[in-house]
């Protein structure tokens, strides 16, 4: 394996995962690793959304400190495992995806050990990662999986999700990177960043303020990975689903962006949530952000304090040694 010290430091690896190439050419992904102190046969996966990457280490703190190593992916076309020959963030389906999901499931699993394994994921990977679950339902791979504020559904009007459906179609297969109409980005982005609003520091290059264009292809992947899910998945693990207690869009985001979720339709989440499998615990957080890691304090504890409590009671033991 290409293992090298990440760009978060020395406690942290980043592992090149080779995935062959693509339209565009060579294609990789990125394991980052973070072991605890005393070896552990427990670990979580992270799979970040869109124009996004791994950078929120405090993530990371708390898995370890419960005895969890940490892994976190940067799927193709994101963050680390973005090369300059590249659409940015760009597929044609989300199974794509699952081509790294099970390289990395693989090394946590068979070469680094572990008999229990917690997926934990955001928007755009929460979709895909529940998708990739359902996939490998009865196989033993996962034995968990959180989803914090995952991509169930547009969060735009139904007439304008109706008419973005069809343009998409029509596109992808002659113009599959034709850039769509989007809402405004940088609010957001900007009630984050250190430099700005915020008070955490990521990659203004892998995290860009105002974001990378909606491509065609990769919206109609979308919609086909929500209408997949939508029709009921059958994951066979417990599921915990988070999301925030509102939503604001519109001119009401720039008010509310630090304590409402501004990119996605929190009752749209909370609707989609019982068709992920029988064993599904829904979780409000008052005053949660779209990323609710990335919240304000009182709400990011709550957020570890119900993960904290629903690990307890779902998780397996740390295996006997």
Same mark, same amino acid.
């Not at 005895?67 to 976190?72: K, L, T």
């Given at each position: 394996?290409?293992?090298?010290?990440?760009?978060?430091?020395?406690?942290?690896?980043?592992?090149?995962?080779?995935?062959?190439?693509?339209?565009?050419?060579?294609?990789?992904?990125?394991?980052?690793?973070?072991?605890?102190?005393?070896?552990?046969?427990?670990?979580?996966? *992270?799979?970040?959304?869109?124009?996004?990457?791994?950078?929120?280490?405090?993530?990371?703190?708390?898995?370890?400190?419960?005895?969890?190593?940490?892994?976190?992916?940067?799927?193709?076309?994101?963050?680390?495992?973005?090369?300059?020959?590249?659409?940015?963030?760009?597929?044609?389906?989300?199974?794509?995806?699952?081509?790294?999901?099970?390289?990395?499931?693989?090394?946590?699993?068979?070469?680094?050990?572990?008999?229990?394994?917690?997926?934990?994921?955001?928007?755009?990977?929460?979709?895909?990662?529940?998708?990739?679950?359902?996939?490998?339902?009865?196989?033993?791979?996962?034995?968990?999986?959180?989803?914090?504020?995952?991509?169930?559904?547009?969060?735009?009007?139904?007439?304008?999700?109706?008419?973005?459906?069809?343009?998409?179609?029509?596109?992808?297969?002659?113009?599959?990177?034709?850039?769509?109409?989007?809402?405004?980005?940088?609010?957001?982005?900007?009630?984050?960043?250190?430099?700005?609003?915020?008070?955490?520091?990521?990659?203004?290059?892998?995290?860009?303020? *105002?974001?990378?264009?909606?491509?065609?292809?990769?919206?109609?992947?979308?919609?086909?990975?929500?209408?997949?899910?939508?029709?009921?998945?059958?994951?066979?693990?417990?599921?915990?689903?988070?999301?925030?207690?509102?939503?604001?869009?519109?001119?009401?985001?720039?008010?509310?962006?630090?304590?409402?979720?501004?990119?996605?339709?929190?009752?749209?989440?909370?609707?989609?949530?019982?068709?992920?499998?029988?064993?599904?615990?829904?979780?409000?957080?008052?005053?949660?952000?779209?990323?609710?890691?990335?919240?304000?304090?009182?709400?990011?504890?709550?957020?570890?304090?119900?993960?904290?409590?629903?690990?307890?009671?779902?998780?397996?033991?740390?295996?006997?040694?």
């Amino acid at each position: 394996m290409d293992v090298s010290v990440d760009v978060l430091g020395p406690e942290y690896e980043a592992i090149v995962l080779p995935m062959g190439k693509d339209s565009e050419g060579e294609v990789v992904a990125t394991l980052v690793r973070r072991r605890c102190t005393d070896p552990s046969r427990r670990a979580v996966l *992270y799979v970040h959304g869109f124009v996004d990457y791994f950078f929120q280490k405090h993530l990371a703190d708390f898995y370890v400190a419960r005895g969890f190593d940490f892994y976190a992916l940067d799927l193709r076309k994101y963050g680390r495992s973005l090369l300059p020959h590249q659409t940015p963030n760009f597929v044609h389906s989300l199974s794509e995806y699952f081509a790294e999901i099970d390289e990395a499931v693989r090394i946590v699993r068979e070469e680094d050990g572990h008999d229990v394994l917690l997926v934990n994921a955001h928007s755009t990977g929460g979709l895909t990662t529940a998708l990739w679950a359902d996939r490998v339902t009865g196989r033993g791979l996962v034995q968990g999986l959180f989803l914090n504020s995952p991509f169930f559904d547009m969060n735009i009007p139904p007439a304008v999700r109706v008419a973005g459906d069809v343009f998409s179609k029509v596109l992808r297969a002659r113009w599959p990177k034709a850039k769509l109409p989007a809402p405004p980005a940088g609010v957001y982005a900007r009630s984050l960043h250190c430099d700005h609003d915020g008070e955490w520091e990521f990659n203004l290059e892998w995290k860009p303020l *105002y974001g990378f264009p909606v491509r065609a292809a990769w919206l109609a992947a979308i919609r086909r990975g929500q209408a997949r899910l939508h029709a009921g998945l059958d994951i066979d693990v417990p599921v915990l689903v988070m999301a925030s207690t509102r939503s604001a869009r519109g001119r009401a985001a720039a008010a509310a962006v630090s304590s409402a979720d501004v990119v996605l339709d929190v009752q749209q989440i909370a609707r989609w949530a019982p068709r992920l499998g029988p064993h599904v615990t829904l979780v409000r957080v008052e005053g949660g952000v779209h990323d609710l890691v990335l919240s304000a304090k009182q709400a990011r504890d709550q957020v570890f304090d119900e993960l904290d409590r629903w690990m307890r009671g779902y998780l397996p033991s740390p295996p006997s040694t």
